[in-house]
């Protein structure tokens, strides 16, 4: 992972991946502010750009045309990205706190941009019955699902009757008669008037669009409950349909009215700055009001505000320049889609329908979509520019960073790292952290402690997740043994930066690696933190069990099992190399190679270990690395089935480009002329360096199909992947 050029000493979040902070991110990937460390938060590794949405449901885009990559932004702009939901903000402590229960963020400054929801918490059955137009990633899926039905004559009934909901309207519609349906579709209008907002020309011409299409408009509809395939209106009757959208006024997020932000109907009241009522925060897009300029919600103004938001976010932080003003324009040009390759304009009254105005839109949207791709990175500037963050030039100011203990970390990000850490909870650790050592009680007899130590350089900037990563990749090895995890160690080393920032750091870290911990029911009674290049986090971590479990018992007709899917070492490979597939997002891609890495191995091992003869966890020397060692111990062969690896997606098309950890090729050098497998991304894939990796299990043939169903009804994607043979040490794959 890069480190920084220059060390941070303040953070900006951005909470929420919609427009305006995908541009400003671009906007300091391209200029960086030396001292700055940013942070994106939003709940997944994309956000897709609502010009395109109709476009794809209509069937004109695939989903990765339209999709932001906010992880390969995050990577340009050196920024971290949490990938979470925020669930509220503590101003006083200046933390923002997660729905998944993650340690409180800091922040310096932060900015809001969130977007809407259009539920309807009100509707009885909206939950159960009916699919919300926001958020776009749930509302994409449903759809998605929906045309996988295939229904030979579907039933869709819109609830609202607005541009977004008639634009969806004209695109199911052609989605589903391209795929050789009959679609019905009713759009359903509360008042008597359809199309608020669009000029009288604009609507006559939508209406007229929306009767040639086929499409019902039904008036004085207003929905009292959802249903079971069907709204109940207000005058009793229903409307039925297979799938009921809903696609109504614009609701701001409820946890907002928490946070004691000025707000109207929940939406944060800005200034022309964009500032809020608290100047640390910032909101902008559809969660904000423009309090002297109200505009409706509508993307044109997110986009437009990201060079405000940009340069005010910098004004702010650098303490130079001053606060510039947004100003939305009065009339904007609205673009709508007609579900074929037609597009209407409607600006000032004028409004004008065409197959010429869709290039002209698909032009716009793909311009604006291709600002992300040919993203430049950085200048790797060595002088501190004229720009930067107060307290920087301190830091750097002749005090190059010393090694040994000179290195530690400063007393109050110590202070933060002991406060983080809880009392220890197991009778066997009789006292953690605050003496010169931890104190352990003797095993009793019979018992074996088991010790084993692993660290890893980071691999993204996200130290929670980091830290996750590692305390599973460390408690590998006592999983594998069988034993119960004990007690933990912690040993750290953070890039340089500021004190306030290394609290918060450590206080991070700790936390996630608590929960790690604290789940496999292990105290961390300790650990070494020192200042350094780069991150780095690690574990020493020892555990008790009776029989311990090794690498050696496996025996000829052992059946195989893999508990995690291979290829974290090619996908991160490929994410440092600017690595594309096409119709696939990387960001997505790395997502679910992070999430597999962050999965303990707590229920594995509790399945396997009753019924394995040998046992090891996957990790640096990759899959074939790994069992080669349980062979050699065990003193048999094994033959594995390459059909039958699970794989991370993505991991064989990356591997079939040649993408490939830069460790690879020394476990394909140490496996040689023991293993017999054809040439191919499958087989590259059994040298593949794992971080986090599964348990490698030889299981009795009687007990192995028992096994992988436990290992599967609990989620985990284990499976049968070979057996092991008679013969000298070696493996063949077919
Ligand atoms: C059906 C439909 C069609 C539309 N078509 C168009 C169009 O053609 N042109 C146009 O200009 N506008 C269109 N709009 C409006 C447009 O979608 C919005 O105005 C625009 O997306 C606003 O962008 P934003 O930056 O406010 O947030 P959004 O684009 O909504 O992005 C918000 C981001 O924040 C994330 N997020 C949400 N909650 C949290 C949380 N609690 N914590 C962290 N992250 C969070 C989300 O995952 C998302 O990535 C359409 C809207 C709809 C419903």
């Known amino acids: 992972m890069q480190t920084p050029l220059y060390p941070a000493v303040s953070d900006l979040v951005l909470i929420g991946g919609g427009h305006t902070h995908a ?36 069937g004109h885009y695939a989903r990765d045309e339209m999709m932001i990559d906010l992880l390969r932004l995050g990577r340009g702009a050196g920024a971290r990205v949490v990938l979470d939901r925020v669930t509220g903000i503590d101003r006083a402590a200046q933390e923002i706190h997660f729905a998944s229960g993650r340690a409180a963020l800091g922040y310096d400054l932060a900015s809001i941009d969130i977007g809407i929801t259009t539920d309807l918490p009100g509707l009885p059955g909206f939950e159960q019955h009916t699919v919300p137009a926001k958020p776009l990633d749930a509302f994409l899926q449903a759809w998605d699902g929906f045309v996988a039905r295939r229904l030979a004559e579907p039933k869709i009934v819109v609830l609202g009757a607005g541009v977004g909901g008639l634009e969806l309207a004209f695109a199911a519609g052609q989605r589903l008669r391209a795929a050789g349906a009959r679609p019905q579709i009713t759009v359903l209008c509360r008042s008597d008037q359809a199309l608020p907002g669009v000029s009288p020309a604009a609507r006559r011409k939508l209406l ?28 009793g009757t229903r409307a039925a349909g297979d799938l009921l959208l809903v696609v109504t006024s614009a609701r701001a997020q409820p946890w907002l009215a928490g946070v004691g932000l000025d707000l109207l109907d929940g939406f944060i009241k800005v200034a022309p700055s964009l500032q809020s009522s608290d100047p640390l925060i910032f909101a902008v897009g559809d969660c904000a009001h423009l309090t002297q300029t109200p505009r409706p919600k509508a993307g044109v103004f997110a986009v437009r505000q990201a060079p405000v938001l940009g340069a005010n976010l910098r004004a702010v932080l650098s303490g130079k320049g001053r606060l510039q003003s947004y100003r939305p324009q009065k009339h904007y040009l609205k673009l709508i889609s007609l579900g074929a390759k037609r597009a209407m304009a409607d600006r000032t009254g004028l409004a004008a329908g065409g197959a010429w105005i869709w290039r002209w839109k698909d032009r716009i949207d793909r311009r604006f979509m291709a ?20 307290g920087l030039e301190d830091l750097l100011s002749g005090r190059p960073l010393c090694g040994g203990c000179g290195a530690k970390i400063g007393p109050e990000g110590l202070s933060a790292l002991a406060r983080s850490l809880p009392k220890p909870t197991r009778a066997d650790v009789l006292a953690g952290p605050g003496d010169d050592a931890a104190q352990l009680a003797t095993a009793p007899g019979g018992t074996v402690q088991v010790i084993s130590t692993d660290h890893l350089r980071a691999l993204c900037l996200d130290e929670a997740q980091m830290a996750t990563i590692a305390a599973v990749h460390a408690l590998g090895d006592i999983w594998a043994m069988g034993a119960e995890p004990q007690a933990a160690l912690a ?90 597939l096409p119709g696939l997002i990387m960001g997505e891609i790395v997502a679910a190679a992070l999430a597999s890495m962050s999965r303990p191995l707590a229920s594995d091992a509790a399945i396997l270990a009753p019924h394995a003869h040998a046992m090891t966890d996957v990790t640096g020397f990759g899959l074939v690395g790994h069992l080669l060692e349980m062979l050699e111990a065990s003193g048999t062969s094994a033959e594995i089935s390459l059909a039958a690896l699970p794989l991370l997606p993505g991991a064989e098309a990356l591997a079939g480009q040649g993408q490939a950890s830069s460790l ?37 043939p009687g007990e192995a199909e028992g096994c992988i169903a436990a290992l599967q009804s609990k989620g985990i994607m284990a499976a049968e992947i070979g057996r092991i043979t008679a013969g000298p040490p070696g493996v063949v794959a077919r």
């Open 371 to 390: 600002m992300f791709e040919d993203m430049e990175m950085p200048a790797m500037a060595q002088a501190l520019p004229g720009t930067f963050v107060p």
């Open 664 to 700: 690879a090729s020394a476990n394909r050098a140490a496996a040689l002329g023991r293993l017999k497998a054809p040439q191919g991304p499958r087989t590259d894939l059994l040298f593949d360096p794992q971080t986090g990796g599964g348990l490698l299990a030889a299981v009795p």
């Open 208 to 235: 007229q669009e929306a009767e040639a299409q086929g499409i019902q408009l039904r008036y004085g509809a207003g929905a009292v409950a959802a249903e079971p395939g069907a709204f109940l209106l207000e005058d």
């Open 23 to 58: 541009l400003v991110l671009r906007r300091f990937a391209m200029t960086p502010l030396p001292g700055l460390r940013i942070t994106l938060i939003n709940p997944g590794p994309v956000a897709a750009y609502s010009g395109m949405l109709p476009g794809h449901v209509a």
């Open 491 to 580: 040993q750290i080393v953070l890039p340089q930066m500021g004190e306030r920032l290394q609290g918060r750091t450590l206080a991070a870290i700790m936390a996630a690696a608590n929960r790690v911990f604290a789940a496999a029911g292990a105290d961390i009674v300790g650990g070494h933190s020192t200042l350094g290049a780069e991150l780095t986090i690690g574990f020493t971590v020892t555990g008790l069990v009776r029989q311990p479990l090794t690498k050696g018992g496996a025996r000829s007709g052992d059946v195989l099992i893999l508990t995690k899917p291979l290829g974290t070492g090619t996908v991160l490979a490929a994410e440092m190399a600017g690595s594309k």
